[in-house]
């Protein structure tokens, strides 16, 4: 009997020993829970706050799946030259010489304070430096133009990205290409493809885009007069700071494009995005009176618009032109001073007969 009792104890105490272990690891639990609820509840307020923040808008967005982009009439988006669509990119060139393409919005763009993610792919068989051009973001007032600058005008109204990935001047080795710079055009800038844009780009960047086994993005902020220029292209999912220009005017309803050209040498130069977010900016009054309507783009630090162009002064040329019209100018007011001093002469010589 006594045996049984002992038995039974030794059951119950095992039993209760077995159930607090079964609450402490249930206690353990719904602690991991709590604090796991807790940790995602503030990710996803976060993840609001940046939602409401940046919004995306649709209008002005190229993104997946791409129906009907380029040919329907519903579509926001025209295709012009070698770019086609596949239902992974937009491939605005393919790996082939001299091939231009380009993709262009519809819709005149209209926010005033706006951030661009550009989801870009860069490759092909060449070897490095044996490859080109580049791809060019936009946001200009002509669209579906053909042209030198990477399959667009030149003598651009308005704002380009570049993505250079072939080193056109070979005198100077001051950077590493591919090179990302940013250049505003009013209309009578001239992009130098021959010095791959040096002479009036604002600034710039090294950014390692082309056969990449990361995805390469580029990001366009312009909010109160700044532009901001950055890229996540290391695989670290964080933008780099690449250039940032402040005192940069730029109108509203121009239209947003990226374009690409191959020349002797070529890539495929692949778009898989370009998200459009307005920014949710507040302004002071005095900020709001500030913020003038300007119909051509503009800084206002007029001297960055006249980068390296002093410098270079006149051509042969233009110099020989210049001399020999001066002499010519100077030889006929020679001789018609030479013709009025004999005839006063001769005249004072009259009256004294
Ligand atoms: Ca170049």
Do not use: A, D
């Given at each position: 009997m006594a045996a049984n009792v002992s038995k039974l104890n030794m059951a119950r105490l095992r039993r209760s020993s077995v159930f607090s272990v079964f609450q402490l690891d249930l206690l353990r639990e719904l602690l991991c829970v709590l604090v796991a609820f807790c940790v995602l509840t503030q990710?996803?307020?976060a993840d609001q706050q940046e939602f409401f923040e940046d919004f995306l808008k649709r209008e002005y967005s190229?993104?997946?799946p791409?129906?009907?982009?380029?040919?329907?009439?519903?579509s926001q988006w025209d295709l012009m030259g070698t770019a086609m669509v596949t239902p992974d990119h937009v491939r605005l060139t393919p790996d082939q010489q001299s091939r231009q393409g380009a993709v262009w919005s519809r819709i005149p763009f209209v926010l005033r304070d706006w951030e661009l993610r550009v989801h870009f792919k860069i490759h092909g068989i060449g070897k490095k430096n044996l490859n080109g051009d580049g791809i060019a973001i936009w946001l200009t007032r002509d669209r579906m133009q053909n042209g030198p600058?990477?399959?667009?005008?030149?003598?651009?109204v308005g704002?380009?990205?570049?993505?250079d990935t072939y080193p056109n001047t070979d005198k100077t080795h001051d950077r590493t290409f591919p090179y990302v710079s940013v250049m505003l055009g009013n209309g009578?800038?001239?992009y130098d493809h021959d010095r791959d844009g040096r002479t009036t780009e604002l600034g710039g960047c090294t950014a390692m885009t082309r056969n990449s086994i990361y995805d390469t993005f580029l990001l366009v902020r312009y909010s109160k007069n700044k532009l901001t220029l950055m890229v996540d292209v290391d695989g670290k999912q964080e933008w780099r700071d690449c250039a940032e220009v402040s005192g940069l005017r730029l109108p509203t309803g121009y239209y947003l494009g990226a374009s690409s050209a191959t020349g002797d040498l070529s890539d495929n130069h692949d778009i898989i995005s370009m998200k459009v977010y307005q920014l949710t900016v507040e302004r002071t009054p005095e900020e709001e009176e500030e913020e003038e309507v300007i119909t051509v783009p503009r800084l206002d630090d007029m001297y960055?618009?006249?980068v390296d162009v002093?410098?270079?002064g006149m051509s042969g040329l233009q110099l020989f032109f210049t001399l020999l019209f001066s002499v010519l100018g100077l030889s006929v007011l020679a001789v018609v001073g030479l013709v009025l001093y004999g005839r006063w002469k001769e005249n004072k010589r009259k009256r004294f007969y």
């Open positions: 990710q996803s307020l190229l993104v997946k791409y129906r009907g982009l380029g040919f329907s009439s519903s600058v990477f399959g667009n005008m030149n003598q651009f704002l380009g990205i570049f993505v009578t800038l001239m960055q618009f006249q002093e410098e270079e």
